[in-house]
């Protein structure tokens, strides 16, 4: 996801396909960023991540610092997931859903999963929306 941020560059990366309710490439994987800190670290492990989830999907930027904050993320959810007791329960369990993953860690690391795979389909779409613009 980070590599396909990147080479759209920063033009193409903050802008939003013409479709009711789409979101540019920097906003989804802002987004992507803060769905596994939240659900990986604050969840999961009990420690706070901030977390602002409706400026994810406004959020926009120089794909350079994005990458780095990829980087960022991507270290610490190896450190996330290698602390997790994938049998035990969060730490800090979510009350505003009642959702079978949430039972354990394990549960809610493929909630992370699952959340990373369907961005990366969107992200993929919209890069190639946004490569049919005429130029």
Known sequence: MRDIVAELGDDLANRRPDLPGANTPFAILTH????????????????????????EFTASGAVADLATDT?????????WVSRSDVHAPPANPTHERDDWYA???????????EELAQHRGQLEVTR???????Q
């Open 103 to 113: 039972a354990t860690q394990g549960g809610v690391l493929m909630h992370v999963y």
């Open 71 to 79: 980087d960022r993320t991507r270290i610490a959810l190896q450190e």
């Open 32 to 55: 992507c960023l803060g769905v596994a800190a939240r659900w990986a670290s604050t969840v999961n492990l009990g420690e706070v991540v901030p977390r602002d989830r409706d400026a």
């Open 128 to 134: 190639d929306l946004l490569h049919a613009l005429p």
